[in-house]
């Protein structure tokens, strides 16, 4: 029998493959092992939420004199029909770009030889965590208490629609009122706030890796030490943040069609929400900062020795003092390896002081930064002609 060590181990991680939910879905025939059957899942769920209410307005219909009816409900459409098989959708899209993230980790030699066992216990770890059935019941009583309350106070609109008449202070539920409020919506909310707590998982595996004596590299070109691939990795999440865009375009759009707002008097909101997102997503990694900020000196420091003491020889060979010619070296000089080997090292030693202390670039911050705000680009029609947005596109562009 072989036995494989700690060495030879792959490191197994997935924030997906796990929990209550998944494994209802498994025995529901709605997911397979490797998170097969999706059609079949994102059906399901518009199923669930979407189409009853559907069903229930054409039976019980809208009352009378209402704004906003089930049909021309933007925020409603939005996201049952599109967050919410963008969030499921998700699922598959994390799982394969995580895993390769976490084995990068081995397969570098970021994280060193004596420190693999530690690294497969911070696995194991997060995959209890990601498996705990008293998380997602403390869940479900967070959304069916603070989340009712936050829909009822903060989101629900005020204005009679087809899901509600407004009774004094009360919120007067209709027929299909109430599968919203009590089915839909809470499904919307678990699968959502499921995916932040996924997060924050996935940020607890990455303190614990950070206080692990890393590996870094000050010269890797990456100019992360070697951790460049945490800010690509980061990508993996640009659903969840498109599904957040399209939700709070639903929300917006409804407001301004049927409570009379103006799109720029949101202009703050929406910049802050991007922001608050892209720093949800990539604010954490900040966790590697101590060790990048330590290997970028000690870098400095060991490349600007070794710069010193490689300038000064070249010198001594190339630049003799004095009356004394460097004719003789002419024609030696032109077939030496010395001017190559010293250029070479100045562009290490520049990798070494580009290096930044964040394993992110501002590239890795406009994407995720463009992906949120993607879905709230059609609200500029509310307040420009489609034609003179086009022509303000093509100005920009060319």
Do not use: C
């Not at 924050?200 to 950070?210: A, E, G, K, V």
């Not at 720093?279 to 900040?286: A, Q």
Request: aromatic share 12%; hydrophobic share 50%.
């Amino acid at each position: 029998m072989i036995i494989q060590s700690p060495l030879q181990e792959e490191p197994d991680f997935s924030l997906v493959l796990g929990g209550p939910l998944y494994q209802f879905l498994r025995r529901a025939r709605l997911e397979g092992p490797a998170l097969e059957l999706l059609p079949r899942r994102v059906l399901f769920f518009a199923l669930i939420t979407w189409l009853p209410l559907a069903l229930l307005t054409l039976i019980a219909g809208n009352p009378s004199g209402v704004k906003l009816t089930f049909l021309h409900d933007i925020e409603a459409h939005v996201r049952f029909l599109i967050a919410v098989p963008v969030l499921i959708g998700a699922e598959l899209i994390i799982h394969r770009r995580l895993r390769i993230t976490v084995k990068r980790f081995i397969e570098r030699g970021i994280v060193r030889p004596r420190d693999t066992p530690k690294f497969h216990n911070a696995i194991e770890a997060a995959t209890r965590l990601r498996n705990s059935l008293a998380l997602e019941l403390a869940l479900l009583v967070f959304i069916y208490t603070v989340g009712q309350w936050f829909w009822r106070s903060q989101t629900s609109l005020e204005t009679a629609s087809w899901y509600r008449t407004p009774e004094g202070v009360h919120l007067g539920l209709t027929l299909p009122g109430y599968w919203y409020a009590f089915v839909s919506l809470p499904i919307f909310q678990f699968i959502l706030l499921r995916w932040y707590i996924r997060t924050f998982i996935w940020f607890q595996f990455l303190w614990r890796i950070s206080k692990f004596d890393l590996h870094l590299l000050p010269a890797h070109p990456d100019r992360a030490g070697g951790l460049g691939f945490l800010g690509v990795g980061s990508y993996a999440f640009a659903p969840i943040l498109f599904a957040q865009g399209v939700v709070l375009a639903g929300l917006i759009a409804n407001r301004i069609l049927y409570q009379g707002h103006n799109l720029l008097s949101y202009k703050l909101n929406i910049v802050a929400f991007v922001a608050v997102f892209v720093v949800f997503i990539l604010g954490p990694l900040v966790v590697f900062t101590p060790q990048l900020s330590a290997a970028k000196r000690r870098g400095l420091g060991e490349y600007g020795t070794l710069a010193s003491s490689y300038v000064s020889e070249f010198e001594d060979k190339w630049l003799p003092t004095g009356n004394q010619k460097s004719d003789a070296h002419g024609d030696e000089l032109l077939g030496s390896g010395d001017i190559q080997s010293l250029a070479d090292l100045g562009n290490s030693f520049g990798f070494v002081r580009e290096m930044r202390f964040v394993p992110f670039s501002l590239d890795d911050v406009f994407r995720l930064a463009a992906t949120t705000a993607a879905p709230l680009l059609p609200l500029l029609l509310t307040i420009m002609p489609l034609e003179e947005l086009l022509s303000r596109a093509i100005k920009i562009i060319f």
